[in-house]
């Protein structure tokens, strides 16, 4: 298997463009979590997805986000506009709720954003 | 609040001592903990999950506790090589029901194993 894959690695934009982060998770899991890290707030879970129905959304810092998963192999964290303290690392990570490794999270390599 | 540190400071060992890295929690409950490795530039890597039921677990030169009365989990690495310099991550889950599936994350600790 691949892994959780994230695109684009790097993204540099300008204040008030709409930025689109994408994640295909592993095939076959069942939960999908978006991540942001900061070096002042460590990781923060912003919203996650049970089986494509976002179940808690409550770290979406504010409207300006939203995410989407319209199936199984497919999300978007979008941002519009995007805002220079919105630079950060985002990450993508799912799981699957059997097997032997219950709530093990596999993480994507992530998104450097950089809003100028 | 609710509340998870780990180390505060970074760790600086020498190689074939064993680090020990620390992950307190307050006002949780949690019904797992997991420990992760993450590298520069890098997405976090999973290492080893202990239940509530469990007090400890080990994995090669790993080993991890679980005090569900202090609060606290204790994460050993033994006989430390430079290859294990990166950052620690504790993640506590809650019991499943509403909370189910997800985790919350410490800030981590930086370890750095000297040769």
């Known amino acids: 298997d691949a892994g959780v894959i994230q695109s684009p690695r790097h993204e540099v934009t300008e204040m008030g463009q709409e930025v689109t982060l994408r994640c295909k998770p592993i095939?076959?899991?069942?939960?999908l979590f978006w991540y942001r890290q900061t070096m002042m707030r460590g990781l923060e879970l912003l919203i996650y997805?049970?089986?494509?129905?976002?179940?808690?959304d409550s770290g979406m810092p504010e409207d300006r986000f939203s995410a989407k998963m319209p199936n199984a192999s497919f999300s978007t964290l979008k941002i519009q506009p995007s805002e220079p303290r919105d630079s950060a690392v985002y990450f993508c990570?799912?799981?699957?709720?059997?097997?032997?490794?219950?709530?093990?999270?596999?993480f994507g390599p992530g998104t450097r954003l950089t809003v100028l | 609040s609710q509340k998870i540190e780990q180390n505060s400071e970074a760790l600086n060992i020498q190689e074939g001592k064993t680090a020990t890295l620390t992950c307190n929690y307050t006002n949780y409950s949690p019904a797992y903990l997991q420990w992760y490795r993450q590298d520069p530039g890098r997405g976090p890597v999973f290492l080893l999950l202990?239940?509530?039921?469990?007090k400890e677990k080990r994995k090669e030169r790993l080993k991890v506790t679980f005090d569900t009365t202090l609060k606290q989990s204790l994460f050993h690495i033994t006989a430390s090589q430079p290859a294990d310099s990166a950052t620690y991550l504790c993640?506590?889950?809650?019991?499943?029901?509403?909370?189910?599936?997800?985790?919350?994350f410490g800030d981590g600790t930086t370890l750095t194993v000297k040769p």
């Open positions: 997805f049970n089986n494509n129905v976002p179940i808690d």
């Open positions: 095939s076959g899991h069942d939960y």
């Open positions: 993640a506590l889950d809650m019991c499943p029901g509403a909370n189910a599936g997800k985790s919350t």
């Open positions: 990570a799912s799981s699957s709720t059997g097997g032997g490794s219950y709530n093990e999270q596999f």
């Open positions: 202990i239940r509530e039921n469990e």
